[in-house]
């Protein structure tokens, strides 16, 4: 099944504790990106990538950092989290980045506290 | 730069027909998408337009100007479970291609 998978599906945290969120495709897709959603400001670009070792800064990039050493893989990564970090986190891929259609991963709630 | 507005919330009845309106303005306009994205799911993907004119899809139908910087999306025959949060998305080629997403539209569908 052509799919996005993210995990942890759920995850509490403390403030500093450094954190990773991992993103996986299965359909061979070469655009992923990063979203973040909060209430009242909706979907917000956090990094995407365009191919592998090709990854760029979107609308709110500070605080994160992502690698894409494979194809597969787009892991989000949180290296001292804070509370303002605290969110609902999609991971979504496309075939290229001019594809018409996007298919977001499940989603990742964090908390930090 | 984008600015993407469309309406907080919307009731419609059941059986009925209701029209999402979304507005943009973007320097390197490649396409306008909407999506359905019921509460803690991820969102659906609904339509694409890139090109003006209106692009039919079962009970929905999504339409585009491109001059007027101006989108709808069209539900008919309106069913409970299209009670949702609409999401109207704009991909800008001079920011990577980026979908930049509007704050999206939160449908309530009443018996």
């Known amino acids: 099944e052509a799919q996005v998978t993210q995990n942890p599906r759920y995850l509490i945290t403390v403030t500093g504790k450094k954190l990773t969120v991992t993103c996986s495709q299965n359909?061979?897709?070469?655009?992923m990106s990063w979203y973040r959603q909060d209430p009242g400001l909706g979907l917000r670009q956090i990094y995407y990538?365009?191919?592998?070792?090709?990854?760029d800064k979107g609308d709110v990039p500070e605080g994160y950092k992502v690698s894409r050493k494979e194809k597969r893989n787009f892991p989000l990564i949180l290296e001292s989290p804070s509370p303002n970090q605290t969110s609902l986190y999609f991971c979504?891929?496309?075939?290229?980045?001019?594809?018409?259609?996007?298919?977001f991963g499940p989603g990742t709630r964090l908390t930090v506290t | 730069g984008q600015n993407i507005d469309q309406p907080t919330e919307m009731t419609a009845t059941e059986g009925a027909i209701v029209q999402i309106n979304c507005t943009y303005q973007?320097?390197?306009?490649?396409?306008l998408f909407w999506y359905q994205q019921h509460a803690g799911e991820a969102p659906t993907f609904l339509s694409y337009?890139?090109?003006?004119g209106l692009e039919e899809k079962g009970r929905f139908s999504s339409f585009l100007s491109r001059s007027k910087g101006y989108s709808y999306l069209l539900l008919k025959e309106l069913q409970m479970k299209d009670s949702a949060s609409y999401l109207c998305a704009v991909r800008d080629s001079d920011s990577g291609y980026a979908l930049n997403f509007g704050k999206g539209t939160s449908l309530l569908v009443t018996p």
């Open positions: 359909m061979n897709h070469e655009y």
């Open positions: 337009n890139v090109l003006d």
């Open positions: 973007t320097s390197g306009f490649n396409g």
């Open positions: 990538s365009m191919n592998v070792e090709v990854t």
């Open positions: 979504a891929s496309s075939g290229q980045a001019t594809a018409y259609e996007q298919y």
